[in-house]
């Protein structure tokens, strides 16, 4: 019987926790994350862990699953991404061993130019997860391929560009059901590139890594990995590339990020004034194909680390400040007015948190077809006043939340 009903999921495991007498530094230790992550999942600061996570941790209180489950339900299958039906093929494609000789390699300046129109296609299009579905299974047959092929410095070539195609298929994999097909890409991208030996490689491979480390809730992991790639670079960035700076200032502003995450404030706007000061060395039209790394984008930085501290006003007031529509990337910029509508309804302002949900969705549909967060407040809405329940219910209806 679920004796605690009323209760939201991270209220019940505090309950749980408290009840078997165990500190959130020793249950942390127990399934292998931080005290501060378990203070972020009781407080409700990120979204409740998945099925595997839950497991550790009803083992490491002895109690059944259930009861940590009990209040989720459907509605954990709700507010996580659905699975894309091109899921089924860029898996395969993934999956795919390719042999040395099974044909013969695409020129390496004919992969660059099609990654080029990918990440472009990525940032042009509203539905860019399908666009990108229908791009992947053959850039990472040929990428494969063309590592298998060269030799020299022409396969040091061929690995960065493997790289970053494993992380573009990252991008398309993220927010959905396939947790262990996204570490093996994270993993894959980041050997390849350090045997491209490419210093911008590294950081793109490092970017992705540290994203998938925080989502997972090793923040400790994300940090280090985030840290590590910087220390390397920093000698670099002296007379290297302009994307190798903005790079580099991409990396500085996933430090900010999980610092955030993980509470620290003044570590988080320590870091986000870093990357503020390498966007400012950019030229004012320049924008970083993978990271979005910019001048333009240090505004919707400023938001995701005020909410993620739970500084809801200062995340509005941030977000007051910076015009939307000036981020060129449709999927980013529906992703900075989610983090604008988590502002909003940290707030309670309800009826402004799904006006802005809904230009999200005009933005970019699938990235709020997505997002935990976005899919999270549109299903709270439903039971919301009376003033945003139409609202809410035709984005849901949008999202696929309801029928």
Known sequence: MDSLPELTFGQRLKVYRERSGKSRTVLGGLVGRSAEWVKAVETDRILPPRIHMLDRIARALKIDVSALAAELGERSAVVN???????????????????????????LSGLRERLAVAW????Q????RTVLGGLLPGLLRDGQRAVLAYEGDQR??????????????QMFIAYQPAAELLWRVTDRAMVAAQESGDPEAIARAGWFLCQVHREAGDWDTAMRVTLEVLSALEPRTADGSTNLLAL??????????TAARAGEEGRAWRYWDRADQVAQR???DFYQPQTSFSRVIMGAHAVTVAVELQKSGEAVRQARRHDAA???SRPRRARHLIEVARAHYGRDDKETAVAVLRKAYESAPETIRFNGYARQITVDLLD????????????????????
Request: hydrophobic residues 45%; negative net charge; glycine residues 8%.
């Open 81 to 107: 991404g659905p699975e894309h039906p091109a899921l089924v093929s860029v898996r395969a494609a993934l999956n795919h061993v390719a042999l040395p000789g099974d044909a013969p390699p695409e020129s």
């Open 282 to 284: 950019l030229p004012a």
């Open 156 to 169: 040091r070539r061929a690995q960065a560009l493997w790289a970053e195609t494993l992380g573009l298929a």
């Open 120 to 123: 472009a296609a990525r940032h």
């Open 384 to 403: 919301g006043p009376r003033s945003t329940r139409d609202d809410a219910r035709d984005l849901a209806m949008r999202v696929g939340l309801v029928s």
């Open 248 to 257: 580099w200032g991409a990396l500085n502003f996933e430090a900010a990020y």
């Open 326 to 328: 000036a981020i060129p």
């Open 125 to 128: 299009a509203a539905d860019h």
